[in-house]
């Protein structure tokens, strides 16, 4: 299935039922007053985060959705029947924005989470609800109040502990498939990867993450240029980041130090809340340089872009380095884990 991280949807609850003007008509029983009963509510539209969900692209076929009108009263003092509630099931990870002013309604996390996000009308009032003691026959009653109509923008943004981030061809992909049993498209050309791919890794019993691959970004992606802005925002909900530089790029003009300041430079530019997120960098495609020169351009690519924070030179393709690195990767996860449940 085709990976689809935004919609546009119309939602409309219910109107509410109109109230009845009744009178009691039985035999033996002269003026026997009102009886008209009160319209029934409107059903609300309420969106329910589904985790067997991972797409947004059931709503590319449909975007209208309806909750069901109220029934209006009867006499004999009837209320007449509510409409039924409709849930609308979205993956866990959606946000929903009003489309007209960018709002944000809600944001659906945790897989079972309900939000409303149309709210059905009020039942209209019966003609008993007028009786008094001045007005002994009322004949008036009250319309049900419409239900709300919304426009609504839906943006999934991909639950994952952690994200690759790094220039198209950087080996993202390779990593991926080397730690987890994702398997994204590989080959020797940009932008490989046109979707956010996940990965569940397993580093040993009941001791896993999710690692997400991003598609690559280029200079000027904060812009909109290529394929980054529109998935930087997956990025958004990882607890770490792990900057995946080619550090034996095919074309020798190919300055890497210029490279990953460039991606850094589009990570400040999109959200600095994001840039200052806990950022490991990897290494990759050591198998393609000497040892002594290996050591030679990961000197100098920490010392040029000044980096103090962990550093891990890998080879994606042949497996080496990757069990450190997600072993580590694990136990930081667990540590940032235990700080936020203030474990001392």
């Known amino acids: 299935m085709k990976f689809v991280d935004e919609a546009t949807i119309r939602v409309q609850a219910g109107n509410g039922g109109p109230g009845c ?32 969900l991972n797409t947004l692209a059931d709503f590319r076929v449909q975007r209208t959705f309806r909750a069901v009108h109220g029934v209006s009263g009867a006499g004999k003092n009837r209320t007449g029947a509510s409409g039924a509630d409709l849930e609308v099931p979205v993956p866990p990870g959606t946000r929903v924005l009003a489309a007209d002013t960018g709002e944000l309604i809600g944001d659906l996390v945790a897989p079972g989470e309900r939000l409303l ?16 003691s001045v007005n002994r026959a009322p004949r008036q009653s009250t319309p049900g109040t419409p239900g709300e109509k919304r426009n609504l923008n839906l943006e999934l943004s991909v639950l994952a502990d952690v994200g690759l981030l790094g220039l198209p061809n950087a080996g993202k992909s390779t990593l991926i498939r080397a730690v987890s049993a994702a398997r994204p498209k590989v080959a020797d ?27 690559g970004l280029i200079e000027g992606a904060a812009e909109g240029a290529g394929l980054g802005i529109r998935f930087l925002k997956h990025l958004e909900r990882t607890r770490l980041l792990l900057h995946v530089v080619d550090i034996a790029p095919p074309d020798p003009a190919i300055d890497a130090v210029g490279d990953a300041r460039a991606i850094i430079s589009e990570l400040e530019r999109f959200s600095p809340e994001l840039a ?3 950022r490991w960098l990897v290494i990759n495609k050591a198998d393609l340089v000497g040892d002594d020169e290996l050591e030679q351009r990961r000197a100098a690519l920490c010392d040029a872009l000044d ?6 030179v890998v080879s994606a393709l042949a497996g ?25």
């Open 21 to 52: 003007v009744s009178f009691r008509r039985e035999k033996y029983i002269p003026r026997g007053g009102p009886d008209g009963g009160d319209g029934g509510h409107g059903g609300s539209v309420y969106l329910v985060a589904d985790e067997n």
């Open 117 to 132: 996000v149309a709210a059905g009308g009020d039942g209209g009032r019966g003609n008993t609800r007028f009786k008094s």
């Open 189 to 215: 050309y940009p932008f490989t990867t046109l979707h956010p791919n996940l990965g569940v890794v397993s580093v040993e019993a009941h001791r896993s993450f999710v690692m997400a691959d991003i598609p």
């Open 276 to 278: 200052a997120r806990e």
């Open 307 to 312: 980096w103090h924070g962990p550093v891990y």
């Open 320 to 344: 080496t380095g990757t069990r450190r690195l997600v072993t580590d990767i694990m136990m930081r996860l667990e540590a940032l884990a235990a700080e936020s449940r203030g474990d001392a």
